[in-house]
């Protein structure tokens, strides 16, 4: 009961920059972690960046120094900015919740994607 609307994706030139957004509404109050996953063509959807709850993050080891996380809690938005972006970047950006459940049982939750493609 959680639902992920992102936006921000688009074209851009090798060293640019973009930044995401990802709005939840929904069972918003149980929400203990947000963060954010790429898949390229072709290959596994992989963690790029995730903030849980204290405001701890986690990093790809490709990203870090280039993208960072952050959160306005009053507009339920979590942000990734992304810069000195590169070819190999390009891939569809995916938001992602988790949510406790019943029992503290956690569920995932994911938007519907955001293609990003770095290239001259």
């Known amino acids: 009961q959680v639902q992920l609307v992102e936006s921000g994706g688009g074209l851009v030139q090798p060293g640019g920059s973009l930044r995401l957004s990802c709005t939840a509404s929904g069972s918003i109050f149980s929400i203990n972690a947000m963060g954010w996953y790429r898949q390229a063509p072709g290959k596994q959807r992989e963690l790029v960046a995730v903030?849980?709850?204290?405001?701890?993050?986690t990093y790809a080891d490709s990203v870090k120094g280039r993208f960072t996380i952050s959160r306005d809690n009053a507009k339920n938005t979590v942000y990734l900015q992304m810069n000195s972006l590169k070819p190999e970047d390009t891939a569809v950006y995916y938001c992602h919740a988790r949510r406790v459940g019943p029992l503290n049982r956690n569920f995932d939750h994911w938007g519907q994607g955001t293609q990003v493609t770095v290239s001259s």
């Open positions: 903030m849980s709850s204290g405001d701890t993050t």
